[in-house]
């Protein structure tokens, strides 16, 4: 009995700590909105004093640097992102990269704000070799997909883009991009538990219905994630014909993109947020790199750029 509640009351401790860093960040998140970053010091400090320094802690305080980013307070963003780099680096001298889910996320994000502040002041030449730099030092890591973004977002375009890895795929053979040249590309990067992917399929489709017969050519790359419905564990033969299962039943009006099944492809085209967009042009060069969802009427023209309408 005694050993019983003994367990309870540490599995408690666990939840009750658990559910105190979700608050901190949630909290912290809501001061940005605010732009309140006095109040989100005042947080941190407070949940410091209390249970020290945690990989929860140092990812609010990423939090803050990329609050600060946004309100284009770029001193502060500096400072903070400066803050949470020397922090998870400290943390991380004791522990793997990729031990636990919050340093990876701060330190990406203290990498990212430093790089976008760079760039906002005029140095993205510097803000790319930094970027370059720590790519090379995390390649084997979670968070080198997350680099590669940023330094796809600040030098990819007017470039040509990486080939696709297609070994596996979903559906129809997808044709190699270099076979494509002649004809413009759009590149959607898609999750099977992306709901903003869902979201974007009417549109995707609309531009298929409207620039299809002038060339354009949609392909949707993907990659396992190592789970099926409801976060349940899947191997790749399991999770394999769930995503197939995925694309039926969420992308048949798509039904003419090509499906290439790859983490590479995700890596190389920093494909960290879902959905990601690359429109090519008709040389294979790079045109657009967005990560995230676009409005159908921004992403429609860049389109009709391309081909020149």
């Not at 309870?8 to 658990?18: E, F, G, H």
């Not at 400290?90 to 203290?110: T, V």
């Not at 290439?260 to 890596?267: A, D, H, Y």
């Amino acid at each position: 009995m005694f050993v019983t509640m003994c367990m309870r009351s540490i599995v408690l401790a666990m939840v009750l700590q658990a559910a105190a860093s979700a608050s901190l960040i949630s909290d912290v998140k809501a001061t940005n909105a605010k732009k309140d970053f006095a109040a989100g010091e005042r947080l941190i400090a407070a949940y410091r004093a209390e249970k020290g320094i945690t990989p929860e802690m140092i990812e609010a305080v990423s939090w803050l640097g990329r609050g600060a980013l946004a309100a284009k307070e770029y001193d502060k963003a500096e400072d903070y992102a400066g803050q949470a780099r020397e922090l998870a680096l400290a943390e991380l001298a004791k522990r793997p990269m990729d031990a636990e889910p919050h340093l990876p996320l701060a330190l990406g994000a203290s990498q990212e704000v430093h790089a976008l502040a760079l760039d906002a002041r005029g140095e993205r030449g510097e803000a790319v070799s930094f970027l370059r730099a720590e790519l090379a030092k995390y390649r084997d890591t979670s968070i080198r997909t997350r680099i590669q973004k940023n330094i796809n977002v600040l030098s990819l375009e007017g470039k040509p883009a990486p080939a696709l890895e297609m070994a596996q795929w979903i559906g129809a053979k997808p044709t190699p991009l270099a076979q494509l040249k002649g004809k413009p590309v759009l590149l959607f990067f898609w999750a099977h538990w992306c709901g903003d992917c869902k979201n974007e399929v009417a549109d995707l489709a609309k531009l298929v219905e409207t620039y299809g017969p002038k060339g354009l050519v949609l392909v949707g790359p993907t990659q396992h994630y190592g789970y099926v419905a409801k976060g349940q564990d899947a191997a790749p033969e399991v999770e394999t014909p769930y995503i197939a299962d995925v694309r039926q039943k969420y992308y048949a009006p798509l039904g003419t993109m090509t499906v290439p099944l790859s983490q590479e492809n995700f890596k190389n085209f920093g494909a960290s947020t879902t959905p990601t967009l690359v429109l090519l042009d008709r040389n294979g060069v790079v045109q657009l790199y967005h990560p995230g969802a676009m409005p159908y009427d921004q992403l429609a023209a860049k389109i009709a750029q391309v081909l020149g309408d």
